[in-house]
Every structure is written in structure tokens, then in C-alpha cells.
């Protein structure tokens, strides 16, 4: 294991991390509020510290192996939360502990949405804004955006590209490492500029726009309001929300196909959107009857404009709100199961990922087809291309680990006191990267012990890295010199 270059690589990483303290510090100026030496002392504090790791191995020049690339990844996003956690602790504006600290800043980086902040209308505007800016810098990853400087300060990082990108696709879009990670970028931050715009012209003001528009492309569902996107009351907003939602839980990848192509065509030939698609009509459709036939609402368009928003919250595991939707009875247990599916692989979504759940649906309509037919040869396409077998094996292995890693979580959840209820739905509404549960957490996590808090700011880790990644880290041959 060469952990020189390990903390040389978290070192430079939180160097670049610790200068995100400038745009919050900027909105306090502008609104002059006094919050501003917090994240002053943030960025300083954060900055020596990854100058510290720095240092000694600053003229350390090695390749990663993939053991390298796991390792860096699982601990800098521990570590990242860690240094997260200063302003919320510093600030004046609220008192919070370490735990519910830490359980913020892991839910900002991680996209989760989840908060134990229950008067969001209160705080400052540079408190509201780090918070969105978390999401938006993990929504990508800020490795990836890290990946684009490193090669200039003597670290190649392919492996520690392949370790953070689960949830983006291994392929590469262009021959250099230092290019994908910028087409990426500026991808992503061409949503964010469309988004913030088009929330701007539907009637939020400035800093609303910028901020919701950072949590909808990063799939975040972190608001400025207690009430979330329902405070605006707005089909106009609701709309901006559910168009970008949509691209959001798109594969980049296949964005930046579409873009460089010129042709729209290239979404509809894909397998995974595709499926996406038809399920976001299915849900859709189902919700907006439901709501209908059960008297939530007396109009077809009050059931479809709720319905349709909430569905498409869900499915991309945004965990947007536009009413409380806990009180639709049976409903909101038929989308949290949504978000066990998520948005596209190579999004900025959780959950399992369409891709995968598309590849298990082929797999049991071959094997009833094998059963009826024992002699066919049946092959399992995506993409007109038929799928090895090693990458079925690897499908369902996720799914065992999820199904594992799921079920520890939630009678862990259980052993602290919480009914089964909000176990299931927090396990789920955090392993998936989602925010909203049921029962206890519905409106935020703030009333539940710290011990749960640590539970679920791990799942939510376990989630943003799609578990492979934290499990090899926890098995022993990993540590095998």
C-alpha cells in the first residue's frame, strides 16, 4: 500500500476543497449578516490541514492501483465531511452537536437531502447557500472536478477515477482523464446555469434560483425552505423542477453523446433510457389515478400536477416536496419502493440504477424462457449488444450486497428505538441517496438519537459509492501489504 501518495493525494484535495468557503463568504458580504469569519476559519483551517498531508510527499511521484484509488475516495469523503462540519459548528445562527453536524455535511456531499434542520425560513443566507453548494460539489464528485488539476501537480489518478465513479460511467468520453473530467463539468454546469435561470423566470428570486438549481442538478432535494419546492406554490417552478430533475437522472455520458452527435435520437436508442422513461410514465400515470380514485384530490390536474411531481422526486431520488405527501395514505409507500430503482447510471442519482434493475428483469425472462425452452440459446442484449456473463454475475452481486447492506441497516435503526416504520423508510430514504422517509423523519432527522445519525451518515456513504467500494475497503485481503 503506498500511502504517501494517499495522503498526498487527500492533502491536495482538501487544498482545493478549503477555496468552496469563498462563494459563501461572498453571499454574507452581500447580505451582511456577520457569518462570514466562520467560513473564514473553515477555508484557513481546512487549507493548513491539507497542506500539512501535502507537504511531506509533495515530491512523491507514483501511479495509483486500484487499492490506492479505494482508499483515497472512501477517506476523503469522510474526511471532507469532517471539515464540512465547521461552519455549522461555529455559526451563531444554530446550536448544533458534532453528530447532527456531521450528519449535514455528509447529507450535502452525498446528495441525500436528508437534515436535522427544522427551521431552514431562520437561518442565514450564507448557512442556506453552503448548504446547497455542498450538494452541488458532490453531485459529480469534487474528486472528478479534482481530477482536472491533479495531472498539473504530478498525480495521475485513473484508478482513483474508476474507485469515485460509481455513479459515473467508466467509459471514458475522451482519450485524457484531465478532459473527461472537464466535459463532465461542463456539462453539469450548463444544467446549473439553465436551471437557476429558468427557476429565476418562473418567479423565484435570485438566490432561491441558485440554490434550487444546485440541488436539482446534483439530484440533491435540499431547499432554502422548510417547506421545500411546495413554499412557492407554483406550477411554473414545479415544472422548471421536473424538467431538470428528468436530465439530471440522465446518464452524462449519454448527454455529452447527444452533444457532440447533434441528434436527439441518440437518448431514444438507448436501452436504460428507455426504461427510465417508460417508468417514470408508469408511476406517473399510477400516482395521479390513485390520488384520484382514493379523493386526495377532486380535480385530475391538482392529482396529475402533485402526482407527477412527486413520482419524478422520487424516482431520480431528488426528494424534492411540493405538498406533504405523507398523508396520501398508502401512496408514499409505493414511491419510497420508486426510489429503490433511481435514476440512470452515470447520473447524479441513487438508488440501484435502471440499468441494473433492467439487466435482472432480461435475466428472469430468459430463465422463465429457458424453462419453457431448455434447448434455446437466449441471449440478454442492451444496446443491441448481448451482455457477457460476468457482468450478470456482477449485477447480481450488487443486488446481494444492497439487499444485505440494507437489511443490517434497518435493524441496527430498530435496535436504537425506532419502529419499523421509520427504520424501513430511513434505511431506504438514506441508502438511496433520497432524504424524506416516513413516520419519525418525514420532515427532518433531527429528533432522532445520535447513534441512528452515525447509522445513516454511513448508508448514506454506502449509497454515494454504490457499496462495492466501501465493502473491499472492509475486507481484510484489501489490507494484505
Not at 485513473?158 to 468520453?173: C, D, N, Q, T, V
Not at 460476468?390 to 436504537?416: E, N, Q
Request: hydrophobic share 50%; charged share 10%.
Amino acid at each position: 500500500m503506498q500511502l504517501n501518495i494517499v495522503f498526498k493525494t487527500i492533502g491536495l484535495l482538501l487544498m482545493v476543497f478549503s477555496f468552496t468557503q469563498l462563494p459563501p463568504i461572498l453571499v454574507d458580504v452581500i447580505y451582511g449578516q456577520q457569518q462570514y469569519p466562520f467560513f473564514l476559519i473553515a477555508m484557513l483551517f481546512t487549507l493548513s490541514a491539507g497542506l500539512g498531508l501535502w507537504l511531506p510527499f509533495r515530491k512523491v511521484k507514483r501511479d495509483f492501483r486500484i487499492r490506492e484509488g479505494i482508499l483515497v475516495v472512501v477517506s476523503f469523503w469522510l474526511v471532507l465531511s469532517l471539515f464540512a462540519t465547521i461552519p455549522f459548528l461555529l455559526t451563531n445562527s444554530m446550536e448544533m452537536s458534532f453528530s447532527d453536524a456531521f450528519f449535514e455535511s455528509m447529507s450535502g456531499l452525498s446528495t441525500t437531502g436528508s437534515t436535522v434542520i427544522s427551521k431552514l425560513d431562520e437561518l442565514p443566507k450564507s448557512i442556506l447557500y453552503y448548504r446547497q453548494q455542498l450538494q452541488w460539489l458532490g453531485g459529480m464528485g469534487i474528486i472528478v472536478l479534482a481530477l482536472a488539476i491533479l495531472p498539473m501537480l504530478g498525480v495521475r489518478g485513473m484508478e482513483l477515477y474508476h474507485a469515485e465513479s460509481s455513479g459515473i460511467s467508466k467509459e471514458r468520453l475522451t482519450p485524457k482523464l484531465t478532459q473527461t473530467a472537464k466535459v463532465l463539468w461542463f456539462i453539469y454546469i450548463g444544467f446549473t446555469v439553465a436551471c437557476a435561470l429558468a427557476y429565476y423566470l418562473a418567479g423565484m428570486d435570485i438566490f432561491d434560483a441558485i440554490g434550487h438549481s444546485y440541488s436539482t442538478v446534483a439530484i440533491g432535494g435540499f431547499s432554502t425552505h422548510n417547506a421545500s419546492i411546495g413554499y412557492f406554490n407554483s406550477i411554473a417552478i414545479e415544472a422548471v423542477a421536473v424538467i431538470f430533475m428528468f436530465f439530471a437522472g440522465i446518464n452524462f455520458s449519454l448527454h455529452f453523446l447527444v452533444w457532440r452527435k447533434n441528434h436527439i435520437n441518440n437518448y431514444y436508442q438507448d436501452s436504460e433510457f428507455r426504461a427510465y422513461v417508460g417508468f417514470l410514465i408508469f408511476l406517473s400515470v399510477a400516482s395521479t389515478l390513485y390520488l384520484m380514485n382514493t379523493g386526495q384530490y377532486q380535480s385530475i390536474e391538482d392529482a396529475f400536477r402533485y402526482g407527477f411531481f412527486q413520482s419524478v422526486s422520487m424516482i431520480t431520488t431528488t426528494g424534492f416536496t411540493s405538498t406533504n405527501f405523507s398523508l396520501w395514505t398508502t401512496l408514499p409507500v409505493f414511491l419510497l419502493f420508486a426510489s429503490f430503482i433511481g435514476a440512470c447510471v452515470g447520473s447524479t442519482g441513487g438508488g440501484i440504477k435502471v440499468v441494473r434493475v433492467l439487466l435482472m428483469f432480461k435475466l428472469a425472462v430468459k430463465e422463465i424462457k429457458k424453462f419453457i425452452h431448455p434447448n434455446a440459446q437466449i441471449n440478454i442484449k442492451l444496446n443491441k449488444r448481448s451482455v457477457g456473463g460476468d457482468t450478470l454475475v456482477s449485477v447480481w452481486g450488487f443486488f446481494a450486497l444492497y439487499v444485505m447492506s440494507f437489511t443490517v441497516i434497518m435493524i441496527a435503526l430498530m435496535l436504537t428505538g425506532l419502529d419499523q416504520v421509520t427504520s424501513f423508510s430511513a434505511t431506504a430514504a438514506n441508502i438511496n441517496n433520497l432524504g424524506p422517509g416516513l413516520g419519525d423523519v418525514f420532515a427532518h432527522y433531527g429528533n432522532i438519537s445520535d447513534t441512528a445519525k452515525w447509522i445513516l451518515s454511513f448508508s448514506m456513504l454506502l449509497g454515494r459509492l454504490e457499496i462495492l467500494t466501501i465493502i473491499a475497503l472492509l475486507h481484510k485481503s484489501f489490507w494484505r501489504f
